[in-house]
T-cell receptor, first 115, second 113 residues
Framework: NAGVTQTPKFRILKIGQSMTLQCTQD?????MYWYRQDPGMGLKLIYY???????DKGEVPNGYNVSRSTTEDFPLRLELAAPSQTSVYFC??????????????FGAGTRLSVL | TQLLEQSPQFLSIQEGENLTVYCNSS?????LQWYRQEPGEGPVLLVT?????EVKKLKRLTFQFGDARKDSSLHITAAQPGDTGLYLC?????????????FGKGTLLTVNP
């Protein structure tokens, strides 16, 4: 099983450039998430989606945009890259299980540097 | 903003030693999860606890959920080099959305041979 797949694995951007981080899952999960992870700071939620066509802001949404046109895909867009967006980005997906706990499955991450 | 405090932030021990990692908050969780993350990979779920006072065991790892559902601990017995990694706790807040998790900053564990 592929699970959650993120591309690219690594990317270097110049300040002001744009890019899209791709995320796809093959588990038919309704919920999908984007996090960023900075050293010593844990995971911060950027955006999330509870289903196709529905997205909402997380804790740190500024400078990012998302869309969810299908259940499988949840791309993250950086419009004007800034050095503060240098981070490791993780996509995750989940479904509600019978004990109402949210088990999240993560991709391997995209390591982004903005120079 | 609800916060999850993890301690210690760093832990370096010798193979065979025991250790405990803590996750604390002033708010009540509806459920709490522990994840382990290895270098270059995404976090992977170890356990979910949902009932106050609950204890779960996963081989040499013991997870405990506080009676008031505000805190949790992870105890590793006879640590091995393969236990090395970043341990993250994550909580879904009681009264909040179960599909959103708040993560602690993590405990970076190094087990030396």
């Amino acid at each position: 099983n592929a699970g959650v797949t993120q591309t690219p694995k690594f990317r270097i951007l110049k300040i002001g450039q744009s890019m899209t981080l791709q995320c796809t899952q093959d588990m038919n999960h309704n919920y999908m998430y984007w996090y960023r992870q900075d050293p010593g700071m844990g995971l911060k939620l950027i955006y999330y989606s509870v289903g196709a066509g529905i997205t909402d802001k997380g804790e740190v949404p500024n400078g990012y945009n998302v869309s969810r046109s299908t259940t499988e895909d949840f791309p993250l867009r950086l419009e004007l890259a800034a050095p503060s967006q240098t981070s490791v980005y993780f996509c995750a997906s989940s479904r509600r299980d019978r004990v109402t706990s949210n088990i999240q499955y993560f991709g391997a991450g995209t390591r982004l540097s903005v120079l | 903003t609800q916060l999850l405090e993890q301690s210690p932030q760093f832990l370096s021990i010798q193979e065979g030693e025991n250790l405990t990692v803590y996750c604390n908050s002033s708010s009540v969780f509806s459920s709490l999860q522990w994840y382990r993350q290895e270098p270059g990979e995404g976090p992977v779920l170890l356990v979910t606890v949902v009932t106050g006072g609950e204890v779960k065991k996963l081989k040499r790892l013991t997870f405990q959920f506080g009676d008031a559902r505000k805190d949790s601990s992870l105890h590793i017995t006879a640590a091995q080099p393969g236990d090395t990694g970043l341990y993250l706790c994550a909580g879904a807040w009681s009264g909040g959305s179960n599909y959103k998790l708040t993560f602690g900053k993590g405990t970076l564990l190094t087990v030396n041979p």
